[in-house]
């Protein structure tokens, strides 16, 4: 495989823009979200756009907005970058299939309260921002991210608290968005507090992308505040080797630290990250950051993302690649979450080719072939 190509060795990487700007902003969560770029004039004075790049920020006003942290646009490279991709629109975005969604995980369908989802029995999922410090291009849920009209009221926070505690079943709240940690300190930890006064509520999850768009934003003093609500498991999405910097390592580490359970989910995608060794090393700079890498996520089937979606072979294959190459603990399941509401479901590449009588032929990920006989006839000895 290519050696590594992460950038755990280069602390601050920075644009020319902000070279000159003290540590102690540049280190500041506040300062890098005051200084994000949200408009196609601010970003091509520090970006070499390309016309296709240009017509998407063009076709999609009005539309899903584009939001980019100083931290996360300096590690842009030229226009096939992982990083860049993931984060300046582009003209594919504006294309249409009659396969495409709005919400293809029906998560508004199964919302008995405006802000909460409840798809599976002993889960829910609670949103409590419509902000992200970047807006991810291939995201599920740009049908209200990035929609300030759309943040939640107090009201609607007091009515899914009251759902909860009426609906016991559910023991696992995933707190989303959005991203939760755009909240203030004192906000999210409100939040966390009124869900662990409630007592079927076992595990609070706390989705987030921080970690990877801005590793400033995890503080000691935030981390200090939130361990109080333990156990808390936070998702974080990592998707590329390229996002795997000092500071965000650093953040990962603040947060296992602190008691917090990691677990990564990425998603494929076409030209950013398909392939098996952004997977192997991915995997690999996670772990020894204490985090789990947990999914590998079909891209769902969302309006204006096709260009992103690789074909679901692709995973299985990298899979199969990997499976005896790279640990178990540093290969994530391959999930596709079906459209319409149907729920995850797990692809595996198919080792067991057929059975013949007692016996099982399976495959290795370099194709020889084993036989495994599950109940043997006892014979006399
Ligand atoms: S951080 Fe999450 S919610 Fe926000 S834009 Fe990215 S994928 Fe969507």
């Given at each position: 495989m290519p050696a590594p190509s992460t950038h755990s060795n280069c602390a601050n990487l920075r644009h020319p823009k902000w070279r000159d700007v003290p540590d102690s902003q540049w280190n500041d969560w506040r300062w890098q979200l005051r200084n994000r770029v949200t408009d196609l004039a601010g970003l091509a004075q520090l970006v070499e756009l390309t016309p296709a790049e240009r017509d998407g920020i063009d076709g999609r006003a009005g539309g899903f907005p584009f939001a980019i942290t100083p931290y996360y646009l300096s590690l842009m490279q030229g226009p096939d970058c992982p990083v860049r991709r993931q984060a300046i629109p582009h003209r594919d975005?504006?294309?249409?299939?009659?396969?495409?969604?709005?919400?293809?995980l029906a998560e508004e369908e199964h919302s008995p309260v405006p802000i909460l989802s409840h798809r599976y029995p002993d889960r829910a999922?609670?949103?409590?921002?419509?902000?992200?410090?970047?807006?991810?291009?291939?995201?599920?849920?740009q049908r209200k991210v990035g929609d300030a009209r759309s943040a939640p009221s107090r009201d609607q926070l007091a009515a899914a608290y009251d759902y909860l505690r009426r609906t016991p079943q559910?023991?696992?709240?995933?707190?989303?968005?959005?991203?939760?940690?755009?909240?203030?300190?004192?906000?999210?930890?409100?939040?966390?507090?009124?869900?662990?006064?409630?007592?079927?509520?076992?595990?609070?999850?706390?989705?987030?992308?921080?970690?990877v768009t801005l590793p400033q934003r995890i503080t000691p003093q935030l981390c200090e505040r939130l361990r109080r609500y333990h156990p808390i498991l936070v998702s974080t999405h990592f998707n590329h080797p390229r996002e795997g910097t000092a500071e965000a390592g650093r953040a990962l580490e603040l947060l296992a630290d602190?008691?917090?359970?990691?677990?990564?989910?990425?998603?494929?995608?076409?030209?950013?990250?398909?392939?098996?060794?952004?997977v192997a090393e991915l995997g690999r700079w996670l772990l020894r950051h204490r985090c789990r890498p947990y999914y590998m996520f079909q891209c769902d089937p969302v309006a204006g993302t096709a260009h992103l979606r690789t074909k679901v072979e692709t995973g299985t294959n990298i899979l199969d690649r990997l499976r005896g190459q790279l640990s178990g603990l540093a290969l994530p399941k391959f999930v596709v979450d079906l459209p319409g509401g149907g729920g995850k479901v797990s692809l595996t590449p198919q080792r067991l080719l057929r059975r013949e009588g007692d016996k099982l032929v399976f495959r290795d990920q370099r194709g020889r072939e084993y036989n495994y006989v599950d109940r043997p006839k006892p014979v006399e000895l």
């Open positions: 975005e504006l294309v249409r299939t009659p396969w495409d969604w709005d919400d293809p999922l609670l949103y409590v921002t419509h902000n992200c410090p970047v807006y991810c291009r291939h995201c599920t849920r559910v023991r696992d709240v995933l707190v989303s968005g959005g991203d939760p940690l755009s909240l203030s300190d004192t906000r999210l930890e409100q939040i966390l507090a009124e869900l662990r006064s409630i007592d079927s509520v076992e595990v609070i999850r706390l989705c987030t992308r921080n970690p602190a008691g917090f359970s990691c677990g990564n989910q990425m998603v494929l995608l076409q030209g950013i990250n398909d392939n098996a060794e952004a």
